[in-house]
């Protein structure tokens, strides 16, 4: 770590500059009195690697006096100094009072060789948001919670909504969603204790047997979307592995007891489930379709790829990218470079994620890598071959099916869906599959 010298007579400001140089220039700072103070210790200590200092100290000209040093020792120590000092601008650099530490943490930063992005990383916001579906299923949370308020253009205000203990239902969420609240904040310090808490309380009720059928959909949709939220903020880690297990068995369980299509289309829609869990489920669902069809149907078969359904895209962050099944709809997409990049790749993030799954084996990540008919996982192949894993194949047509149906430019009714698959996967065995799917809608 590197080494910073600080002057600065007053504590408070000291007390202040002091730790946030710490924690965000990631510099060890050492107190020094005065430029005197300061010389001794550099000539003890030449490898110093900032000094930052108040133009004058009582009738010290503090600044002054260490440029002096600095020339005639031949150091070459970057000096920020606090206030003007004339004549000094060819070996000092002198930010006008008063300062704001920030200002000073970024100037400071750049001497260090801290670059903005690593600076940006470190500067994190006392209030993290917690989407709203971390609230849907617990009745209390461990910490309080805040809204955020906005008081000027990039100026926000934190009003506490929820203290802790404090006890509410999902009506009382549900009336902040449809007033337009998007998230909720909790205080920084408090995030992981929260994440905890809620993916604890979402494993207990998933692994419940009373649950109805829509409270179980529901919630495991909530679930989805958690565990989505986490991949991406922090990746894969224990709670989520755990949350993302019961979510995967509770979907397993409702797709088996699963109701017509007509009905849960028409529930799917009508509960608010987000896109990324309807995806999810239905492919889930016509999974189980073509599978119960097969001659060599086996129940692992269905939980390896109700586990692919609920990974395959769990790294796409929006319902556009979430949307695309070829190379021409990225074509026509709106995506930015680098959302186009997350789908291009998005079958090969998943399968790397899943590195970190203990209970991901051999078929679900070759199923993963090659959902959309691509061996490596890049890309995607309008038209895959007979190379494709067997499993591989059901997912191809299932994911297929699914993303016609929820795209609002696509026909909706399997009767118009099933010719497009026909005419797209020509293959023998995907021809096979698509019409083991027909006989099932029959
Ligand atoms: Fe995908």
């Not at 991901?360 to 490596?376: F, P, S």
């Amino acid at each position: 770590m590197s080494q910073t010298i600080l002057i600065e007579p007053n504590e408070d400001l000291r007390k202040i500059f002091s730790l946030n140089l710490n924690t965000f220039a990631g510099t060890d700072v050492i107190i020094r009195q005065s430029a005197e103070d300061a010389i001794q210790l550099l000539k003890i200590l030449p490898t110093i690697s900032l000094i930052i200092c108040k133009n004058k100290i009582g009738a010290e000209n503090t600044a002054l006096r260490l440029v002096e040093h600095l020339k005639s020792e031949m150091l070459d120590i970057p000096l920020l100094v606090m206030g003007e000092v004339a004549d000094i601008s060819d070996r000092a650099l002198c930010l006008p009072e008063p300062i704001a530490w920030e200002k000073l943490i970024q100037q400071a930063a750049k001497f260090l060789g801290v670059t903005p992005e690593e600076l940006a990383r470190r500067v994190k916001p006392d209030y993290v948001p917690m989407s709203l579906s971390y609230f849907y299923d617990i009745t209390q949370t461990p910490c309080d919670v805040f809204i955020r308020i906005k008081k000027a253009p990039g100026e926000y205000q934190f009003v506490k909504r929820i203290h802790n203990k404090d006890v509410f239902d999902f009506n009382a969420i549900k009336k902040y969603e449809d007033q337009g609240l998007k998230e909720f904040y909790v205080q920084r310090d408090y995030q992981q204790y929260f994440t905890t808490f809620v993916t604890n309380s979402l494993v207990k009720k998933l692994e419940r047997t009373d649950l109805s059928m829509e409270d179980r959909i529901l919630t495991t949709a909530h679930s989805y979307d958690v565990v989505a939220d986490q991949v991406i903020k922090i990746g894969m880690d224990q709670a989520t592995v755990e949350l993302a297990d019961a979510g995967i068995n509770s979907m397993i369980m409702s797709v088996k007891d699963s109701p017509q299509l007509a009905g849960l289309l028409k529930f799917l829609f009508t509960s608010k489930v987000s896109l990324a869990y309807q995806h999810c489920h239905l492919i889930a669902v016509m999974c189980q379709y073509i599978l119960s069809k097969q001659s060599w149907y086996q129940p692992k078969h269905l939980e390896i790829l109700s586990f692919v359904a609920f990974f395959s895209d769990i790294t796409l962050k929006s319902n556009e990218q979430i949307s695309i099944n070829s190379d021409e709809d990225l074509r026509n997409s709106n995506l930015v470079d680098e959302e186009r990049q997350a789908v291009i790749t998005h079958a090969r993030d998943a399968a790397t994620l899943l590195e970190r799954h203990p209970g991901a084996n051999e078929y679900i990540k070759t199923v993963l890598m090659q959902h959309h008919g691509k061996m490596d996982g890049v890309g995607f192949n309008d038209c895959p071959g007979e190379e494709l894993h067997p499993l591989s194949k059901v997912f191809v047509i299932a994911d297929s099916f699914v993303k016609i149906l929820l795209r609002p430019d696509k026909p909706s009714s399997k009767r118009e869906i099933l010719p497009i698959l026909y005419a797209q996967y020509t293959n023998p065995s995907y021809q096979k599959i698509i019409k083991a799917l027909e006989q099932k809608f029959q």
